[in-house]
């Protein structure tokens, strides 16, 4: 069952086929969007996924209960084709029914036939339009589009300009991601005709991520989005992080420096990979005599425990920090329900505030205009509906909603 968005411009394909109040996702984020995380977005009208990649087969399927436990609302799920129980993450999304799946390194055309046979919906995350294009082909029904700017693995085209491209490409419904944090970023997506926003990283800074104080604190204290850069040392591809003196030592220690840490992440990581220790160091040698892609397999493992140390340890400068740029932008904690609340009040102010448009009228009568169609009537009987409390601060005048 559908539940109904509270204003009419937030009503958008997005949240009819994923039956969520707003048009905003949290995102999927190894260790950190666990069954809390997931459960507070539902519950405050937004639609959650589940990071699969970093659980345990053992822990999956609690993981999905838990979840359904805290929450009666509908919500997803991630993984990637490459983790050693992609095909028991298949197997429970089916049957469970969940709503969604969203991935990168998708699954093939026959496991998106399944899926979509089985009523879930199939949500890829895309970096380029080539890739956007590639996913709608292989059946997606609705695609996210991450710019550069975005947290984790990234592209290199920033969202302004791969949001419009890729909405020229397709004819699937699009989400926009990186760098949304707030209600103006909303507005901004759903002007560019997107049907919605997801976001991770203003997800993981919030009362409800279940990330270490220690570790929150560094993105509470990066201001400078030049210090949330790309680098490819931790598994090979282009990942985004905090800057941090343990990422300068993976940069900077040279290859064999980087092949045994990632030696080390996969013995730590081969219950999970099950990769044997024969397999392992045949994968270092090839590694050394070959270069880069067998080093990219064995590095793969680097990523997940790299990140476990900050995001589970609470050891940030003994980890990575794989962050949207956007973290420079925030200095609060708020909760889930405080920080939904706050994006969907400022985004009706924004689109409230959009120019109205002039209505023809017959010659000799006064000009008169009519609210721009993204703007929403905001009376206090479509507030109570939605539970919405009255606006902050009594509606500030700018539209500018701090979280
Ligand atoms: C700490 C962290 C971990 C992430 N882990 C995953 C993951 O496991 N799977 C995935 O598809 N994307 C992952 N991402 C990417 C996010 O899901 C999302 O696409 C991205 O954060 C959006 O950009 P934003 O941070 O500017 O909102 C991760 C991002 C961060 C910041």
Redesign the pocket.
């Known amino acids: 069952m559908n539940a109904p968005s509270a204003l009419p411009a937030l009503r958008t394909p997005l949240t009819e086929r994923l039956g969520c109040r707003y048009p905003i996702v949290q ?7 666990d069954a809390r995380l997931v459960a507070a977005t539902c519950n405050a009208g937004g639609f959650g ?1 589940l ?1 699969a ?2 659980l345990p087969a053992d822990k999956l399927e609690a993981e999905i209960a838990k979840t359904r436990q805290l929450t009666d609302r509908p919500f997803g799920i ?1 993984f ?1 084709m490459f983790q050693p129980n992609a095909a028991q993450v298949i197997e429970l999304t089916i049957k469970h029914r969940l709503r969604a799946v ?3 390194r998708g699954p093939d055309q026959a496991t998106i036939k399944r899926f979509k046979d089985a009523g879930v919906l199939c949500m890829p ?1 895309v970096g380029a339009v080539k890739h956007a294009v590639k996913a709608v082909e292989l059946g997606a029904d609705i695609v ?1 589009v ?2 550069a ?6 592209g290199s085209v920033p969202t302004t300009l791969l949001l419009p491209q890729v909405l020229d490409a397709v004819r699937v419904p699009v989400v926009a ?5 707030n209600g103006r970023g909303l507005a901004g997506a759903l002007a560019f005709g997107a049907a919605g926003i ?7 800074m919030t009362a409800d991520s279940p990330v270490p104080r220690e570790t929150l604190q560094k993105y509470l204290d990066v201001n400078d989005p030049a210090r949330i850069r790309v680098s490819t040392a931790v598994d090979g591809l282009p990942q ?1 992080m905090i800057d941090n003196p343990f990422l300068l030592r993976l940069e900077r220690g040279g290859a064999l420096h980087r092949l045994l840490v990632a030696l080390l992440s996969a013995w730590r990581w081969k219950a999970r990979t099950g990769m044997s220790v024969a397999h392992m160091l045949r994968t270092a040698l090839t590694a050394l005599r070959e270069g880069d892609s067998a080093a990219q397999t064995i590095m793969a493992a680097n990523a997940p425990v790299l ?1 476990q140390r900050a ?1 589970v340890e609470g050891r940030p400068d003994e980890g990575v ?7 420079a932008a925030i200095d609060r904690l708020p909760t889930v329900a405080e920080l939904l609340r706050a994006i969907v009040e400022e985004a009706e102010l924004r689109l409230a505030a959009l120019p109205p448009l002039p209505v023809p009228l017959p010659q000799g009568e006064r000009e008169r205009t009519t609210p721009h169609p993204l703007a929403t009537a905001r009376t206090a009987e479509v507030r109570r509906e939605a539970g919405m409390p009255e606006p902050l601060g009594g509606g500030r005048g700018r539209g500018e909603v701090q979280l």
Request: glycine residues 20%.
């Open positions: 995102t999927a984020m190894g260790w950190i969007a996924f990071a990649a970093t991630n990637h969203s991935y990168g995350t996210t991450q710019g700017e975005g947290g984790g693995h990234t991601a990186g760098g949304f944090y997801a976001m991770g990283t203003r997800f993981l985004r990140i995001m920090l794989p962050s949207g740029q956007v973290a």
